[in-house]
């Protein structure tokens, strides 16, 4: 098993920064947007989003809530192991908000369909946009497609793209693996 750094910890930076930026650019205050962090991985991202856009850029309280996707994935019952569903926490009103769903990797598009099926149980959003840190734009089996993207990543079918978290995993790194 191989594995290559595609983005060290200053890059990650990097690219966190460019994509609050973006999300400035688009929705300027955030009086009508909320960030939903996809669970399990997704949280990372969208927990570190909104404190620099809160503490760098000074955009006053984001709403964040965490989404998780468990049971409403078309593949729930194909596995032999127990699942364990994460936690969903959502503690304000969807209803016409935009709401940005944030997810560690995009790689088939099946994650973001179950979120697309799990979002409506809190009420209808207005839009519905994806931010993702790597988008594996090879290997969609859906027709999703990242509104914001950190960095697209031409893996095929053998490699694996691993995020690793400060919070979580003791440093901020992104690898492709190959087996």
Same mark, same amino acid.
């Given at each position: 098993?191989?594995?290559?750094?595609?983005?060290?910890?200053?890059?990650?930076?990097?690219?966190?920064?460019?994509?609050?930026?973006?999300?400035?650019?688009?929705?300027?205050?955030?009086?009508?947007?909320?960030?939903?962090?996809?669970?399990?991985?997704?949280?990372?991202?969208?927990?570190?989003?909104?404190?620099?856009?809160?503490?760098?850029?000074?955009?006053?309280?984001?709403?964040l809530g965490y989404l998780d996707i468990? /049971? /409403?994935?078309?593949?729930?019952?194909?596995?032999?192991?127990?699942?364990?569903?994460?936690?969903?926490?959502?503690? /304000?009103?969807?209803?016409?908000?935009?709401?940005?769903?944030?997810?560690?990797?995009?790689?088939?598009?099946?994650?973001?369909?179950?979120?697309?099926?799990?979002?409506?149980? /809190?009420?209808?959003?207005?839009?519905?946009?994806?931010?993702?840190?790597?988008?594996?734009?090879?290997?969609?089996?859906?027709?999703?497609?990242?509104?914001?993207?950190?960095?697209?990543?031409d893996a095929i079918n053998g490699e694996?793209?691993?995020?690793?978290w400060k919070e979580n995993d003791g440093?901020?790194?992104?690898?492709?693996?190959?087996?």
């Open positions: 098993m191989s594995q290559k750094v595609l983005l060290n910890s200053k890059e990650v930076t990097i690219i966190l920064h460019r994509l609050a930026c973006q999300l400035i650019e688009k929705h300027l205050d955030f009086s009508e947007t909320i960030l939903v962090g996809i669970q399990p991985r997704g949280v990372f991202l969208a927990e570190r989003l909104k404190q620099i856009l809160e503490n760098e850029y000074m955009v006053p309280e984001i709403s468990t /049971f /409403f994935r078309d593949d729930f019952r194909r596995t032999d192991k127990p699942l364990e569903a994460n936690k969903t926490q959502i503690n /304000f009103i969807v209803e016409d908000k935009k709401v940005i769903f944030i997810d560690d990797v995009l790689f088939t598009g099946r994650s973001i369909r179950s979120a697309l099926t799990a979002i409506q149980s /809190f009420g209808r959003p207005s839009e519905i946009e994806l931010l993702v840190l790597i988008d594996r734009r090879f290997s969609r089996h859906l027709p999703i497609q990242p509104d914001y993207r950190g960095r697209q990543v694996k793209v691993i995020v690793s440093e901020d790194v992104v690898h492709l693996v190959t087996n």
